[in-house]
């Protein structure tokens, strides 16, 4: 038989900067900028360090230190009956309209555009077809006249 080990040592294997990160990111954001600026403020290569290492580990930029598998299914979570018939009713109408109103707005666009290549191209046919043509036997009798 053997043991189940865990993905995470107990807090006593941990080193202090490792624990220090977990705290840090079960806080926030906030917690993270309030730490860099403590250590601007009483020794600045700490502020120093502790700004290249959120930048380095893509946690400034984050909406949140948090890890993000929590919001990956937040997402879906918006499809799933919520237990009340009516408003689980209400939310499938709203949608459907949605989506039609989504579908009427795409063939109005495409409409628009089709309609805007069609008057560029009849303008374009006009100006063409206002230009003067100039025929080649024209061209040929002018030089013969020119030349004698």
């Known amino acids: 038989m053997t ?12 080193g202090w900067f490792t624990r220090s990160e977990a705290w840090l990111d079960q806080k926030g954001k906030g917690a993270w900028i309030a730490a860099m600026v403590l250590g601007f403020v009483f020794f600045w290569p700490i502020g120093l360090a ?5 930048i ?6 984050n909406k949140s230190c948090r890890s993000r598998k929590a ?7 918006a499809m799933k009956p919520s237990g009340n ?3 689980d009713a209400y939310k ?3 949608l459907r309209r949605l989506e039609q109103e989504q579908h009427d707005f795409e063939s109005f666009m495409q409409r628009l555009r089709d309609a805007k290549d ?3 191209f009849d303008q374009f046919m006009d100006e063409r077809s206002e230009m003067p043509e100039t025929a080649p036997e024209t061209d040929e009798t002018d030089r013969a006249a020119k030349s004698h």
């Not at 043991?3 to 941990?14: K, L, M, N």
């Not at 502790?50 to 959120?54: A, D, I, K, P, T």
């Not at 380095?56 to 930029?61: A, E, Y």
Request: glycine fraction near 2%; avoid cysteine.
């Open 3 to 14: 043991a189940i080990t865990s993905p995470t040592p107990p807090h006593s294997q941990q």
């Open 56 to 61: 380095w580990s893509k946690r400034m930029f």
């Open 71 to 77: 919001w990956a299914s937040h997402g879906m979570s």
């Open 50 to 54: 502790l700004l290249f290492y959120m």
């Open 118 to 120: 069609k008057a560029e």
């Open 92 to 94: 499938e109408d709203t």
């Open 85 to 87: 018939s009516a408003f």
